[in-house]
């Protein structure tokens, strides 16, 4: 039989056995994880790169447009200016133009004035003065005059129109 020295030390022995074995399981989840962790992050470290390229690309093709854009405004200024001078030239030769006096209002007035009146008769006058135009007839003596009756009657019912006017 064990004395109890004996045991105790066989207990002790098993506790550093089972402490070892906890440490050492630790130590592998450890050591994965850190191994998942490293690859991880070189992923990103790839990912980061072509980032970091395509943000430069994008960079480059803005100077481009911006480049382009101060080109462009350039050329505007340029015509701008080109203009302002053809302006200044045009009102240089071009005549004044005449100041309103007292003689062209009355005028202006009386023809404003004819315009009305020609416009007014034309409203109340039909054009080239026909002569009125019969009433349509309804629909029954249209039934009973015949098909060329019902045709007329049937086309200003599609289109809406009675004796040429519209409804």
């Known amino acids: 039989m064990l004395t109890a020295m004996q045991a105790a030390v066989v207990a002790a022995a098993a506790a550093f056995v ?8 630790v ?19 790839e990912r980061e790169d ?5 943000a430069n690309a994008t960079i480059d093709k803005a100077g481009e447009q911006i480049a382009r854009t101060e080109t462009v405004t350039a050329a505007v200024e340029g015509v701008t200016a080109s203009m302002s ?12 133009p005449p100041a309103p006096d007292a003689t ?9 004035l004819v315009s009305g009146v020609r416009w007014a008769v034309g409203v109340r006058l039909p054009a080239g003065r026909e002569a009125p135009r019969q009433p349509a007839r ?6 009973q005059a015949g ?18 006017t519209r409804r």
């Open 147 to 164: 098909w060329p009756a019902r045709e007329a009657a049937r086309r200003a019912a599609l289109t809406g129109r009675t004796n040429g």
């Open 18 to 25: 089972a402490g070892i074995g906890v440490a050492v399981y």
């Open 50 to 54: 072509l980032l970091i390229e395509r």
């Open 27 to 45: 130590m592998l989840k450890a050591a994965r994880l850190m191994s998942q962790a490293s690859a991880a992050i070189a992923g990103l470290r």
């Open 104 to 112: 062209t209002r009355p005028l202006t007035w009386a023809a404003a």
């Open 85 to 96: 001078e053809l302006g200044g030239h045009l009102t240089a030769l071009a005549p004044a």
């Open 138 to 143: 309804p629909a029954r003596e249209a039934r």
